[in-house]
């Protein structure tokens, strides 16, 4: 018999709405069920994929036989340096000057945390941060955790389904001076659409003009468009102009690590003293977060961008993963136009990264799971990465269906 | 009408990136201050950067074999075997963790037999280490504690309490704990402080070898503390970071959590695999809510996972299936029951050795805690100016709380290191 009874008033919370649909498609008995909600790579086969590149850097790990100390509280050493040269090149400016402040972070989710939580305490404009919409869920709880305002800017156009250009640069002009603008670095998430080049360098006068601080999320690159570089367009541009980015870096995707929950923070500073200065107050926000990070997902990347041959490999390895998801996205929209399904469907193709938002509407992603045992995420996004030879064709007939409204069976009254 | 001067000063003029850097001069971290070092981490950065043959770090609190060596242990090794061999995949882990190693975990802590383990009613998930166990439990505690949102924290505790309460929104207050006269338990201070909080209020506990202290209550103390924080209807939230290092025995060390369990206390438990199992870097911790019923469970579970989600999404794979593999072996867990058990105790005839030196040496004071204190520290009783000299003079680091980590001493360096805390504190560095 318990004395107290603390815990009566906790309402249940709603399932996460991307990983929630992982759960109800694990219970899900079909034998044709399709999972196309979590963005993770998936192969030919529908199988997850460990990167060659990771199974030789776990033996090379695996023959060290290095000890488990804690890492210092920015995390391990090579990994961040690495990291940091693919991310901004090695060339970069604020990198050769010794002015960029990283720290290693739990996966891309864990560097927003020290992004939103280091914004909170030390950003001397405006506390609100501007969100892309739509945008991954969990930025909104990440930044309205830590105290800070969730503000909109428009981005998805669904009359077009492409980018509302004018009305993004609009909202960025309209916001207060100094304004946090988040923006994703490549393959937005979940409307797979990005800004071209043209485009990022007029957003980037937008910013500059108004004085915002810009806060990449790059969780892709590599990923988008097989090429490392070019995906980094984006944040690289930006810093050659001046920017004092933040960038949240992730090898969930591209390096196929998920679970081993690897990544970084940066900051571009204006001196190495800022930068120290910087640093030093970044420790004080992770200390009481975790401490210091997990060390074998930061050793398997350090060894991996640091042995030339496995560096090459992977730069293989990350083109063949974009490439299958692009030819996936050809085969679905040849599949959806020869069902003659309705409405237009070149968005597929044009879409870049893992995700497409396919214009679907709740009730029929409702339809799809309940009906056809095909699973994504409310907003109609789906994650091209779980289309296969094995089962496009299905779900290209199963989307079709419930474009048209066939999905549902008809009631025998 | 504009006139062309008039429009040309109200034009936007050209960016090229020398004028935008101009204009923005003044950097947005201008005015972030320069944080202090942190108190026990920075002891090992300052200790790498000596130079020293004879230098010796008795700051951070990781487990050194009797060469002064990392020791990652034998059973560690034979997972890490197995888990290579099985060739797993890295997919994400659910928010909450893998589920063999909370399960698993919730009963090393609480005994397979434990009521809320049996009745399924125990929330669970695996976090970072006890660090992460800490923030998950706060966090909940902020916005769902149904009374205050204070926490009572022991005088002295682990420094980083106090942020990780602090960060996550809770104010800190303080019990008394330790009696610097006796260099031990203030119990009718610890008593005092808990029955005057206000009913209903967060009271955080170390299970077991007391973070700096060493100190912990008897039993028959912790009965006593079971029943005033009853009678107050306080809430116990034990910080279990030590289980199997500080006597030895994991069943030993998890008494106060199983008997406030078995009390009917709904506590909150936060456990680390960092020292226990050596795991220190691969960040392998759980944090867990004793609920009234399994429907009570699945809220609070729920919640956890809106908690965990804007932290980190979900938790690193490694470390977790490394602990799910020993503790799900009969073997593996033996042995490492064994493991454990020889780390206690090295450090146990450490302390001894430490103390019989000290004596021998003539050492001014009163020494007999180094022995009867608990755990991986010692509160020592040095005092900070002390703690610099034996930083500056004799290369020797620790906290300047005067705190050491007792795993940092070996047969090599217990004498060098007694002699020249018999200096400091004779002055004579």
């Not at chain 1, 806060?215 to 090429?227: K, T």
């Not at chain 1, 998801?325 to 050809?330: D, G, P, T």
């Amino acid at each position: 018999m318990s004395i107290t009874n603390f815990w009566a008033g906790v309402p249940q919370g709603p399932p996460d709405p991307i990983l929630g649909v992982t759960d109800a498609f694990k219970k899900d008995t079909a034998k044709n069920k399709v999972n196309l909600g979590v963005g993770a790579y998936r192969d030919e086969q529908g199988k997850p994929y460990v990167l060659e590149s990771v199974l030789q850097a776990e033996d090379i790990l695996h023959k060290k036989k290095l000890d488990k100390e804690y890492l210092p509280i920015t995390g391990e050493i090579e990994f961040v340096r690495l990291s940091a040269e693919l991310a901004y090149g090695k060339d970069s400016k604020p990198l050769t000057e010794n002015r960029i402040a990283v720290a290693q972070s739990i996966s891309g989710t864990g560097a927003l945390r020290i992004a939103t939580e280091f914004l909170a305490k030390y950003y001397p404009g405006p506390k609100s941060v501007y969100l892309p919409d739509p945008t991954w869920g969990n930025h909104i709880p990440l930044v309205e955790g830590t105290g800070m305002k969730v503000v909109r800017y428009r981005y998805f156009d669904k009359k077009t389904i492409g980018l509302d250009f004018a009305g993004m640069k609009e909202d960025l002009e309209k916001a207060e001076p100094g304004s946090i603008i988040l923006l994703h670095a490549c393959a937005q998430n979940p409307s797979g659409i990005d800004p071209t080049k043209e485009q990022w360098k007029e957003i980037n006068e937008v910013i500059k003009s108004k004085k915002h601080l810009a806060l990449f999320d790059m969780a892709y690159q590599g990923f988008a468009s097989g090429d490392l570089i070019g995906d980094a367009f984006a944040p690289r541009y930006f810093v050659e102009q001046g920017h004092q980015i933040i960038l949240c870096q992730s090898f969930a995707k591209n390096l196929g690590l998920y679970g081993e929950r690897a990544g970084t923070f940066s900051m571009v500073c204006s001196s190495p003293e800022e930068k120290e200065r910087v640093l030093s107050q970044v420790k004080r926000v992770i200390r009481p977060l975790y401490s210091s990070p997990p060390l074998h997902g930061a050793q398997l990347v350090a060894t991996i961008l640091g042995t030339p041959e496995l560096f090459e490999q992977w730069l293989k390895e990350v083109k063949k993963m974009a490439d299958r998801i692009i030819s996936m996205r050809e085969k679905l929209y040849n599949a959806l136009v020869e069902l003659k399904t309705p409405g237009e469907w070149g968005h597929i193709k044009s879409q870049i990264g893992m995700f497409s938002f396919t214009g679907m509407t709740a009730d029929q992603v409702s339809d799809l799971a309940e009906y056809a045992h095909v699973y994504l995420t409310k907003d109609g996004r789906i994650s091209m990465a779980g289309l296969n030879e094995g089962n496009i064709q299905y779900f290209a007939e199963s989307m079709s269906k419930a474009v048209k409204g066939e999905l549902k069976p008809k009631s025998s009254l | 009408m504009l006139t062309a001067s008039a429009r040309l000063a109200l034009s936007r003029p050209a960016f090229t990136p020398s004028t935008f850097c101009a204009r923005r001069a003044v950097s947005a971290w201008a005015k972030v201050p320069a944080g202090p070092p942190d108190p026990i981490l920075g002891v090992t950065e300052k200790f790498k950067a000596d130079k020293s043959p004879k230098k010796i770090n008795l700051g951070v609190g990781a487990y050194r074999d009797g060469n002064g060596k990392p020791y990652v242990l034998p059973t560690v090794l034979k997972a890490e075997e197995i888990v290579f061999n099985a060739k797993l995949d890295k997919e994400y882990l659910p928010i909450t963790g893998l589920a063999s190693f909370t399960k698993l975990a919730a009963e090393l802590a609480y005994g397979k037999d434990s009521k809320p383990l049996v009745e399924d009613r125990l929330a669970i998930t695996q976090s970072i280490s006890g660090t992460g166990a800490l923030r998950i439990g706060t966090a909940f505690l902020a916005r769902f504690y149904p009374g205050a949102k204070a926490i009572y924290l022991p005088a002295p505790t682990w420094g980083n309490h106090i942020p990780i309460a602090k960060d996550s929104g809770l104010e800190v207050k303080q019990y008394k704990y330790f009696n610097k006269e006796t260099v031990g338990l203030d119990f009718e201070g610890m008593k005092a402080d808990i029955k005057a909080a206000p009913e209903g209020s967060i009271i955080m506990l170390h299970a077991c070898a007391h973070n700096p202290t060493g100190i912990d209550p008897t039993e028959a103390q912790w009965k006593e503390l079971s029943e005033i924080v009853k009678e107050k209807k306080h809430f116990p939230f034990f910080d279990m970071a030590y289980q199997g290092f500080a006597s030895g025995d994991i069943l030993k060390d998890a008494f106060a959590v199983r008997y406030f369990v078995e009390q009917g206390h709904q506590l909150l438990l936060s456990q680390s695999f960092a020292k226990n199992m050596g795991l220190y870097g691969e960040r392998v911790g759980a944090v867990s809510f004793v609920c009234a019923d399994k429907e009570e469970k699945a809220r609070v579970d729920s919640q956890l996972k809106i908690i965990v989600r804007p932290l980190y999404s979900n938790p690193p794979v490694h470390g977790a299936r490394l602990v799910s593999t020993i503790l799900s072996s009969p073997e593996l867990y033996d042995e490492w029951l064994v493991e454990v058990k020889g780390m206690a105790d090295r450090i146990i005839a450490m302390r001894s050795k430490l103390y019989d030196t000290l004596v021998r040496l003539d050492t001014p004071g009163e020494w007999g805690h180094i022995k009867s204190q608990i755990g991986m520290f010692s509160y020592t009783g040095l005092k900070p100016e002390q703690v610099d000299a034996l930083a500056e003079k004799a290369h020797v680091y620790l906290t300047r709380d005067g705190r050491i980590s007792m795993a940092g001493l070996n047969d090599s360096n217990v004498e060098y290191f007694a002699e020249s805390v018999s200096k400091a504190v004779k002055g004579t560095l």
